[in-house]
């Protein structure tokens, strides 16, 4: 029972236009969530993060917006650039006891930006 | 750099065999977080520790086991290995273990079952 989904496994767009992930979720219980960019080789690094309590965060070039009714977030990448190429994983957050937190990561989309 | 640091970076086993995976975090964290990304699949979850303590399990099957020491590294040990344990095993740490606090990630570790 996949809980985070990111039903594109690639995606591929020009550089200077725009990027658009999305990431679908079935937990009413998540209430933070994360997006991660992985190079080859590398392990994933935290891009930008919402909150449930807001609809929308921005960070330079990244944006993600939540839709809680529909259950589903998107990360905007605006212009695209090569540099950009990468797998972006969709994460979501849930209390799993106490003070911790379990991380549920999607499969991931690959994202390639063409020159 | 992510300022956490996986050993060995590959590894090349034989089945029925056992593995130790380490992991030093990032200086400052208490929490050190094991994931397994198998072919096709994402970050699976397997098991938290902080400050030396267990916090959360996930789906960590029961040859496999973990551990976090007073100096705070963590060891992932790997037993009866078949097949379908070769994935690529991340580490992570984090300073706390809210939502706030991301998770830094190390290179991982390549894991091939022959």
């Known amino acids: 029972d996949q809980q985070v989904k990111q039903n594109s496994p690639s995606l591929s767009v020009q550089e200077g236009r725009i990027s658009i992930l999305n990431c679908d979720y079935t937990n009413s219980m998540f209430d933070y969530f994360l997006w991660y960019k992985k190079y080859p080789a590398e392990g994933p690094t935290f891009l930008i993060s919402?909150?449930?309590?807001?609809d929308k965060n921005e960070d330079g070039r990244f944006t993600v917006f939540l839709n809680k009714s529909a259950k589903h977030l998107s990360l905007h990448i605006v212009p695209s650039q090569p540099g950009d190429s990468a797998v972006y994983f969709c994460?979501?957050?849930?209390?799993?006891?106490?003070?911790?937190?379990?991380?549920?990561f999607g499969k991931g989309t690959l994202l390639t930006v063409n020159p | 750099d992510s300022g956490v640091t996986q050993t060995p970076k590959h590894l090349i086993t034989a089945t029925g065999q056992r593995v130790t995976l380490r992991c030093s975090p990032r200086s400052g964290d208490l929490s050190v977080y094991w994931y397994q990304q198998s072919l096709d699949q994402g970050l699976q979850f397997l098991i938290q520790y902080y400050n030396g303590e267990e916090r959360a399990k996930g789906n960590i099957l029961e040859r496999f086991s973990a551990q976090q020491f007073p100096d705070l590294h963590s060891e992932l040990n790997l037993s009866s290995l078949e097949l379908g344990d070769s994935a690529l095993y991340f580490c992570?740490?984090?300073f706390g273990t809210g939502p706030f606090s991301p998770l830094h990630f190390g290179n991982g570790t390549r894991l091939t079952v022959t």
């Open positions: 992570a740490s984090s």
């Open positions: 919402i909150s449930s309590i807001k």
């Open positions: 994460a979501a957050s849930a209390r799993s006891g106490g003070s911790n937190y379990k991380l549920t």
